[in-house]
């Protein structure tokens, strides 16, 4: 049932926001050189790799770890890059990696393959087990400003209480989230 339900409402997602979708792409290309798509190398379902397509919101010589370990952040950040990053823009080719399988609409943020401390506090609990998600239950409850043994724990929680209706609570929460623009750090 997870499985349609992704599939149903990723095709929705993506007619309502083609076009929105198509404008940010060309907003990206013309505003900073590269490509529009950053490909991100992240740990999805059991551990393997796969890459994960966002809207470019850093210049294409940015160093490929979590943006909280760079040294300044801002430095790094395209002309529009705040703006998409802000209301979680970058974020929308995602639903392409829900329509592969790669991902889930709710689930744990795939780790970059680097974040080694994440993986293993994840897969010594078994939230490594589960699709990762474009949000999920870590996302509504702090964001950017929750340390990774409190987003394990919450993922550990949505891991007990997955369900059909728990999804749907975290999609709805996410909107608001995403609306009200908090708990955004970089």
Same mark, same amino acid.
């Given at each position: 049932?997870?499985?349609?339900?992704?599939?149903? &409402?990723? #095709?929705?997602?993506?007619?309502?926001?083609?076009?929105?979708? %198509?404008?940010?792409a060309i907003?990206?290309?013309?505003? !900073?050189?590269?490509?529009?798509? $950053?490909?991100? =190398?992240?740990?999805?379902?059991?551990?393997?790799?796969?890459?994960?397509?966002?809207?470019? !919101?850093?210049? @294409?010589? @940015?160093?490929? +770890? %979590?943006? $909280?370990?760079? =040294?300044?952040?801002? %430095?790094?950040?395209?002309?529009?890059?705040? /703006?998409?990053?802000?209301?979680s823009l970058?974020?929308?080719? =995602?639903? /392409?990696?829900?329509?592969?399988?790669?991902? !889930?609409?709710?689930?744990?943020?795939?780790?970059?393959?680097?974040?080694?401390?994440?993986?293993? *506090?994840?897969?010594?609990?078994?939230? $490594?087990? *589960?699709?990762p998600g474009?949000?999920?239950?870590?996302?509504?409850?702090?964001?950017?400003?929750?340390?990774?043994?409190?987003?394990?724990?919450?993922?550990?929680?949505? *891991?007990?209480?997955?369900?059909?209706? &728990?999804?749907?609570?975290?999609?709805?929460?996410?909107?608001?989230? +995403? #609306?009200?623009?908090?708990?955004?750090? $970089?």
């Amino acid at each position: 049932m997870k499985r349609l339900f992704d599939l149903s &409402f990723a #095709l929705f997602i993506f007619i309502f926001l083609a076009i929105p979708m %198509a404008i940010i792409a060309i907003l990206v290309r013309t505003t !900073s050189k590269g490509p529009a798509l $950053h490909w991100s =190398q992240r740990v999805g379902q059991n551990n393997t790799i796969f890459l994960m397509p966002k809207f470019r !919101s850093m210049r @294409t010589d @940015t160093p490929q +770890v %979590a943006t $909280h370990l760079l =040294q300044d952040p801002k %430095a790094h950040i395209t002309p529009i890059g705040d /703006f998409i990053r802000k209301y979680s823009l970058d974020e929308l080719p =995602q639903i /392409f990696s829900v329509f592969k399988g790669d991902m !889930s609409f709710v689930g744990p943020r795939p780790a970059l393959f680097n974040q080694d401390d994440l993986v293993q *506090l994840r897969t010594e609990v078994g939230v $490594h087990l *589960l699709k990762p998600g474009i949000t999920g239950w870590a996302q509504i409850n702090g964001r950017d400003e929750i340390p990774i043994p409190e987003k394990v724990k919450l993922e550990v929680e949505y *891991l007990k209480r997955q369900s059909f209706l &728990f999804d749907l609570k975290i999609i709805f929460l996410t909107g608001i989230k +995403v #609306l009200s623009a908090k708990n955004i750090t $970089h």
